[in-house]
């Protein structure tokens, strides 16, 4: 993938560097998708062998709903790349771009909403990198998520001034109602400070430790449980699920994470305790999948050592039994 950027102009001509750089970005953006569905093993999430805390998903519903909505990356990378404006005039452009595959997911899903959060999230990320190409900046981490926050401005304050009272109709609305939670909306305007400060520290750090892909994506999970108000968790369980999730996950933080083989074994444990309970921490998947986008966004390729770590593990479990997923 090559994020060169371009020399910055008030406008900029459609050529085929730029539709490449556009669905190059795009493409960093759907692997953390990918990514994030296919890691395991994860709390209460839909996983390669498992349902995790749902009845109505699975894998293959994911394989589905990633496949409708792959083009919307590439959408909104073209948006940000051709777009001359203020970063939070673009928002009703991305919006309406969003609306349009989310429509897409649910036909593909028959109704079954599997990545509508991560739609939003990924849709606002790869805009931001294409504004930063624009303008020439590098795409780098910090670069990345101000700029998520500069298009999302406001964001807050104009969707949910009014949703305190009876009248909240979406899942956001009611939960800022109940609890004051900003859920998604605060995490980007914010600029995604779970990610910036928990998903990629945790995820550079298992890459360092020689970790394997799938569990440095684990270990970046949990960090980001343990840190960031989730709001698909308060919104199945209320606020003592999420003290709950918390609170384990900080405890697997503390055992190392899937760094280490007590913390892991840790994770398989939280996985039983949020499929009997039905937790399912949606928001902090979503935060991993953007967590992979930056970090692809910016440093362009997996490692090497983690990739090759992973096919050592699935080697090593295929031999010891054969119907297992790998590791």
Known sequence: MDFSPHPSSTT??????????????????LSGVLLEVS???????????????HDDMDLQTFM???????????????????????????????????????????A????????????????????AAGRLVRRGVALRAPA???????IAHGLCARELANAGGEDARTAGEILFRRFGALGVRGEV???????????????????????????????????????????????????????FLKAEA??????????????LAAVERLNQACVSRNISPGGAADLLAVTVGV???????????AMAKSHSNVRKRRDESPASCGG
């Open 189 to 243: 305007e914010a600029g995604f400070p779970s990610v910036a400060l928990h998903g990629l520290p945790a995820l550079n750090a298992a890459f360092a430790a020689g970790r394997s892909l799938n569990h440095s994506l684990v270990h970046a999970l949990i960090a980001l449980i343990a840190a960031s108000e989730d709001s698909t968790v308060l919104w199945r369980g209320g606020e003592e699920a999420l003290a």
């Open 144 to 150: 990345l998520v101000a700029e998520v926050a500069a």
């Open 108 to 127: 593909a899903t028959h109704g079954v909403n599997t990545q509508r959060g991560i739609l939003f999230c990924a849709g606002l990320l790869a805009a």
């Open 250 to 263: 900080t405890a697997i933080v503390g055992l190392g994470g899937a760094i280490t083989d007590e913390g």
């Open 12 to 29: 900029i001509a459609w050529t085929e560097e730029t539709e490449s750089t556009a669905w190059d970005i795009g493409s960093a953006v």
């Open 295 to 305: 970090y692809l966004l910016e440093n362009r390729t997996i490692p090497e050592s």
């Open 64 to 106: 589905l709903s990633s496949a409708a909505i792959a083009p919307c990356f590439h959408a909104c990378a073209r948006a940000g790349l051709i777009s001359d404006c203020e970063p939070e005039a673009l928002l009703p452009l991305l919006r309406a771009i969003g609306r349009a595959f989310d429509a897409r997911l649910l």
């Open 39 to 53: 890691a395991f093993p994860k709390p209460g999430l839909v996983a390669p062998c498992s349902m995790g805390s």
